[in-house]
């Protein structure tokens, strides 16, 4: 599904390098987890996938699409959901729903009976018709969450999904993911939260300072650290080497 | 001054002129070409501005001759007060309560006056963007004209620091007070926008005044200047009791460094400090109550319409939903309404109105417009094509989009979506402007169907590339860093880049127009401008087609 290679991004002038030369591969129907400590470049690389920030280097490709050079094509087979739900505050829900169907070009009763089904899911049915601003950090997050799954797509990314949403609505979500996974669809996403990624990933790579240290399923990445217990132990020792 | 307070300026500072992000470009030598355009822009400004002052000169002649020479000084006075002030209300408006840092501050433990503190004197930087132009003429004037000597200029510096203190207090507490008792819940957008229309007729009820003044005074051509000078001393003495301290202000810089020289000068800055004061009292009893109502946003939380949702959610063209969501934040965002809605409205209100009001002063020009009805058309299609420019939709529309950028980029939607969608709602507003000064026009000269399609048609038309040339230019510079709603469209200089730009076109055809017309009638000069405004729309879609595919792409 998507195939990542030599993806590179630095900043000033290349002193400071983001990305550092990463590659990685998410297959059809598998939930990837990318892990890193804070400012390790997760966001940048997802920013990358999903057209926000042009790479230096590297190949981003998407059933063999390659997303900077047929962006419409690749883009409407992701969805993307941001660490901080900055979305219309001055739509309603149901309008900022509506935005979105069209740009996907969604026709109008797999959108309702998504859009009813998924807000009912996330319990926000009955605060579609009020202005955004009025929603909570949590209401957004759900909101873009719809929007975002609304045109079914073939990968889903999310950055640090989890934050923001309440313990119901995050089993929800992994309820979500593992079922679009068995449709043969594929979710990549960032966590802090590694029980998370423990329990719900099918393979996972770590990124530390740009760098790709361990990739994997759980049982190759225990094989790579001297503590197994968790992953949580092999986070820290892996990232505490570096 | 307190750390917190010195600390809240610096950063509002910051973030209003985007201080740090410049050094940051200087240093990094990037966006240096879309900075040289700034630097463009400000220059071409330049020569009209020269013009201003010569005319300012012969003003300041027909002052001398009546011996009225400090009136002089205090219509410039007044004049940069009055406009302070009228800028100042929507400055303070959106500063103080619209603000995305305010979410942030009010948590802190800080006072409310150190946030209004903090801000005012980030308003005073700015507004001496808008004062300084406008005083410094009339100061250098008197001064050479008069031969001054260095306590005049010791006073002028006084006197231009602290000039806009006192409009910017004034402006501050009454929409203080205004915010204080219009926060009634769900209907407080709507109570804002009524009275901002009743403040711009306000506005238009004054320019009318002038209006007449000023044309009374051309009929008797003999000695314009002079005339205008006097009545010009009645206006001041009308207008002049809501700001007494111009007239300080004057009085201590004619009279140097006497003792009344002292004694207006420290009226003059004292006032100010003193208003100041009492305003940061004011804010601390009632500017919370105000701005937490403002934050506070009313829903039903769980009593919508579940029902009816599902029938509303239905699929419909990417292009009219791409319009319909800009009108949609245009409509509910009172800043964006008041600018754009104000740029089309005010220019045929004002016209129809001061034609009505202008009494025998216009019959001659009522004639002249009744035997050349060709120019009357050909003048409405380019008032009409202007709209495109100055409803400033086309160039801030993708400034507009700020922090919600990320939404456009990663959705799958085509430039002919963006071009012709953003086009669309900005057309709506050109086709509202151009009903309202087609409807002016019929009420002083009776015009013919044909008339009026034509109009409307062309001058609608015409807009349409004018409306891409803003576009164009906030693309190659989209302003989205913006912290409040006001500086998307007020503080961004695409708009007056694009003015610039479609300035020359407009003045271009009109040109054209005005050599064809002798020889060869309206109808081969409105061929013309068809071919004109087809050319010019289809070469800025392929551009903006181009622009907006990669600039898409490679902004960051």
């Not at chain 1, 290349?14 to 939930?31: K, S, W, Y």
């Not at chain 1, 503590?227 to 820290?236: A, G, P, V, W």
């Not at chain 2, 003495?237 to 009344?260: C, D, Y």
């Not at chain 2, 700020?402 to 969608?421: C, S, Y």
Request: proline share 4%; charged share 15%.
């Amino acid at each position: 599904m998507l195939k990542i290679e030599g993806l590179v991004k630095s900043y000033n002038k290349g002193e400071i390098r983001a990305v550092d030369n990463i590659g990685l591969e998410v297959r059809d129907g598998e939930i990837f987890g990318f892990l890193g400590p804070n400012g390790a470049g997760k966001t940048t690389t997802i920013k990358m996938i999903v057209g926000l920030l042009r790479p230096d280097e590297g190949e981003i490709l998407l059933d063999g699409i390659n997303v900077w050079e047929d962006p419409m094509k690749a883009k409407s087979m992701i969805s993307y959901v941001p660490d901080n739900p900055e979305i219309y505050d001055r739509l309603r829900g149901i309008e900022y729903l509506n935005f979105i169907g069209d740009m996907y070009g969604i026709p109008t009763e797999e959108r309702n009976e998504k859009a009813m089904q998924l807000t009912k899911t996330f319990n926000i049915e009955d605060s579609l018709d009020d202005i955004i601003s009025s929603y909570s950090h949590g209401m957004k997050q759900k909101l873009v969450l719809t929007a975002a799954l609304m045109s079914n797509p073939d990968l889903f990314i999310l950055d640090e999904p989890m934050v923001g949403l309440d313990p119901k609505s995050a089993f929800n979500l992994k309820e979500i993911m593992r079922t679009m996974c068995n449709e043969g669809k594929s979710v990549f996403f960032s966590t802090h939260v590694m029980e998370v990624a423990e329990k719900l990933c099918d393979r996972i790579a770590i990124i530390n300072k740009g760098k790709i240290i361990a990739m994997g399923t759980m049982e190759e990445l225990r094989k790579t650290a001297q503590e197994k217990e968790s992953l949580e132990n092999i986070f820290l020792e892996l990232t505490e080497n570096e | 001054m307190n750390n917190k307070l010195l600390s809240l300026i610096r950063t509002d500072l910051n973030i209003t002129f985007g201080l740090s992000s410049i050094a940051y470009n200087l240093k990094n030598k990037k966006k240096l070409l879309p900075m040289a355009m700034i630097g463009l822009a400000i220059i071409s400004l330049l020569p009209s501005y020269l013009l201003m002052i010569r005319a300012l000169g012969s003003f300041y002649d027909a002052f001398r001759q009546i011996g009225q020479q400090s009136y002089f000084l205090h219509v410039g006075i007044m004049s940069a007060q009055m406009i302070v002030f009228v800028l100042g209300m929507m400055y303070v408006m959106s500063k103080y309560y619209f603000s995305n840092d305010l979410p942030q501050l009010v948590p802190l433990p800080i006072k409310p006056s150190q946030i209004v503190g903090s801000k005012f004197v980030s308003l005073m930087v700015s507004e001496y963007l808008t004062s300084l132009p406008i005083i410094l003429p009339f100061i250098v004037i008197y001064g050479r004209g008069g031969n001054e000597g260095l306590p005049y200029w010791i006073m002028s510096l006084i006197t231009v620091v602290t000039l806009p203190i006192l409009p910017l207090v004034l402006a501050s507490v009454l929409i203080m007070v205004f915010m204080k008792y219009t926060n009634i819940k769900s209907k407080k957008d709507l109570i804002r926008v009524i009275s901002a229309v009743f403040f711009i007729i306000f506005i238009i009820f004054v320019q009318i005044k002038i209006n007449q003044l000023t044309s009374q005074n051309l009929m008797e051509s003999e000695s314009f200047m002079f005339n205008l000078a006097r009545d010009a001393n009645l206006l001041l003495n009308q207008i002049g009791i809501a700001f007494p301290t111009a007239m300080w202000g004057a009085l201590a810089l004619s009279n140097g460094f006497s003792p009344s020289g002292i004694l207006y000068i420290l009226l003059f800055a004292g006032t100010g400090v003193v208003g100041y004061v009492l305003m940061i009292l004011l804010a601390e009893r009632i500017f919370f109550d105000g701005l937490i109502g403002n934050i506070e946003v009313s829903a039903r939380k769980g009593r919508g319409r579940t029902g009816d949702s599902a029938g509303r959610i239905r699929a419909g063209n990417p292009i009219i939903t791409m319009a319909k969501k800009e009108l949609l934040m245009i409509f509910k965002t009172p800043v964006y309404l008041m600018n754009s809605v104000g740029g089309v409205i005010i220019l045929p209100v004002l016209l129809a109105i001061s034609m009505l009001t202008g009494g025998e002063a216009y019959e001659p020009m009522k004639d002249m417009i009744m035997e050349n009805r060709e120019v009357l058309v050909l003048g409405s299609i380019g008032i009409i094509a202007s709209f495109g420019i100055l409803n400033s939709l086309g160039a801030t529309t993708f400034s507009r989009e700020g922090t919600n950028m990320w939404i456009q980029r990663t959705l799958p939607i085509r430039p002919k979506v963006q071009i012709v969608g953003r086009t669309l709602s900005s057309i709506s507003l050109q086709v509202l402007g151009g009903l309202l000064l087609v409807g002016g026009i019929y009420f002083i000269v009776p015009l013919r169907i044909h008339e009026v399609i034509i109009i409307l048609l062309f001058g609608v038309c015409a807009s349409i590339p004018l409306t891409m040339i803003g576009m164009a230019v906030d693309i190659l510079r989209p302003m989205t860093g913006w912290t409040n709603p006001q500086q998307a469209m007020k503080q961004n200089l695409n708009v007056i880049i694009s003015m610039a730009i479609g300035t020359l076109f407009i003045f271009g055809a009109g040109f054209l127009g005005y050599i064809l017309l002798p020889n060869y009638g309206i109808w081969t000069i409105l061929g013309v401008y068809a071919v004109i405004i087809v050319t010019a729309t289809g070469l800025l879609y392929k551009l903006l087609e181009n622009m907006i595919s990669s600039k898409f792409i490679n902004m960051e």
